[in-house]
């Protein structure tokens, strides 16, 4: 498996976290402890989108919890149409973060001309243009812990909690729904497993889950120890994983020198950073260790973060999309966690659409997701093919 070295627990190392945001309105406030999950702890109109053309861009902090329970600070980006009108849609977009740096937050995404979020930008301007609220959480949380899929399904419901809390939104009675594609995918999905038991009061109205690896175990054994081209997002989400569960996933602890700097190289870096730096490389060539370890601890982290072996399930209508020949994620446990969610009576809807690599699966699918989405906002029976 490509992170069982990487996860083998040895003497102790500190993990190497990210650089704090200079902004100070990212930074925890004293009293977060006082507050509740979803309370808005500051808000700030940020400068017009070129990209999103009439929209009110606002950053919101507000409180959240971390994968220990303990509170934690947590921001979300709304955008807001032009003709905004109470009560119309909300749909929390978890766009593919895939990161590690603070700069990779969606508040400087949005400035920075990313091209992994210019996929979906024609959808969302689509619903823009038609009434509907965006909110783009930043759910890997402050320390950016790629990997911790319950950690960002928490903060995608807390962010929907404080975007409901703010007056000037007019979203209280908003029908509310979710969307992702790949790591967004992933918080799609804990979010939406999540609900029920997490944030209750939430009245969802569907979610929309794309190229998402259901289980971060099955994705480990498929990219193996061997060199490999998406190596980097192995060796990233095991630096993830390390902040979010430092006292389990101890990677520092086995890295030489190569690892060490590979792991330094990418510590701050955003997805196609991460993919670049780390292309072709292999697990066997980071660590001393010579053979897989019995790592119990590190590797129940990685099934307690993968939706597939959760043993809950969503009570909304599921649209799932991916490309049936993704290299990158592993579509049988998409497969299995489509039979145990509609076993629970969950009205799930597959499509497969026509692209041959992973990225490329987001755009293709988009208009297929639109309309799903306000089939769902339109009171429509939600399809399913369980």
């Known amino acids: 498996m490509a992170l069982s070295l990487l996860l083998a627990t040895t003497a102790a190392a500190e993990p190497v976290y990210p650089a704090p945001d200079p902004d100070p309105f990212y930074a925890a406030p004293g009293n977060l402890a006082a507050h509740q999950p979803g309370d808005v702890l500051e808000t700030r109109i940020l400068p017009p989108l070129a990209g999103f053309p009439g929209a009110t861009v606002r950053l919101i902090e507000f409180r959240s919890t971390n994968s220990r329970g303990a509170p934690i600070a947590a921001t979300t980006t709304v955008l807001t149409p032009a003709f905004q009108q109470p009560g119309m849609p909300l749909l929390s977009y978890q766009h593919f973060i895939n990161s590690l740096g603070t700069g990779c937050a969606v508040s400087h995404l949005l400035y920075s001309n990313d091209v992994n979020l210019s996929a979906t930008t024609p959808m969302l301007n689509?619903?823009?243009?038609?009434?509907?609220?965006?909110?783009?959480?930043?759910?890997?949380?402050?320390?950016?812990?790629?990997?911790?899929?319950?950690?960002?399904?928490?903060?995608?419901?807390?962010?929907?909690?404080?975007?409901?809390?703010?007056?000037?939104?007019?979203?209280?009675?908003?029908p509310t729904l979710l969307t992702g594609y790949s790591g967004g995918g992933l918080a799609t999905a804990w979010a939406a497993a999540l609900q029920p038991s997490y944030a209750p009061e939430l009245q969802l109205a569907g979610a929309a889950i794309g190229g998402a690896p259901m289980n971060l175990v099955a994705m480990a054994e498929g990219l193996g120890l061997e060199p490999h081209p998406a190596f980097g997002l192995a060796m990233a989400a095991a630096i993830g994983l390390e902040r979010e569960y430092p006292e389990q996933v101890q990677i520092s602890s086995n890295l030489n020198a190569r690892g060490r700097a590979l792991r330094d190289a990418m510590a701050n870096s955003?997805?196609?950073?991460?993919?670049?730096?780390?292309?072709?490389?292999?697990?066997?060539?980071?660590?001393?260790?010579?053979?897989?370890?019995?790592?119990?601890?590190?590797?129940?982290?990685?099934?307690?973060?993968?939706?597939?072996?959760?043993?809950?399930?969503?009570?909304?209508?599921?649209?799932?999309?991916?490309?049936?020949?993704?290299?990158?994620?592993?579509?049988?446990?998409?497969?299995?966690?489509?039979?145990?969610?509609?076993?629970?009576?969950?009205?799930?809807?597959?499509?497969?659409?026509?692209?041959?690599?992973?990225?490329?699966?987001?755009?293709?699918?988009?208009?297929?997701?639109?309309?799903?989405?306000?089939g769902r906002v339109r009171g429509e029976p939600a399809p399913s093919n369980c």
């Open 270 to 374: 955003c997805t196609n950073e991460i993919l670049a730096i780390g292309a072709g490389g292999s697990a066997r060539e980071m660590t001393d260790q010579a053979s897989v370890f019995n790592m119990p601890e590190a590797w129940s982290v990685v099934e307690d973060n993968s939706v597939e072996l959760y043993g809950g399930a969503p009570r909304i209508p599921i649209f799932e999309w991916h490309s049936p020949t993704d290299p990158l994620i592993p579509l049988q446990s998409i497969d299995n966690t489509a039979r145990r969610w509609c076993a629970a009576g969950v009205r799930w809807q597959m499509v497969h659409v026509p692209a041959i690599d992973h990225l490329s699966a987001a755009a293709v699918g988009a208009p297929a997701v639109l309309a799903w989405l306000e």
């Open 126 to 174: 689509v619903l823009l243009t038609r009434g509907w609220s965006i909110a783009l959480p930043d759910h890997l949380g402050p320390q950016f812990a790629l990997g911790a899929g319950r950690l960002g399904g928490q903060i995608t419901l807390d962010g929907l909690r404080a975007a409901k809390q703010l007056p000037e939104l007019a979203l209280q009675t908003s």
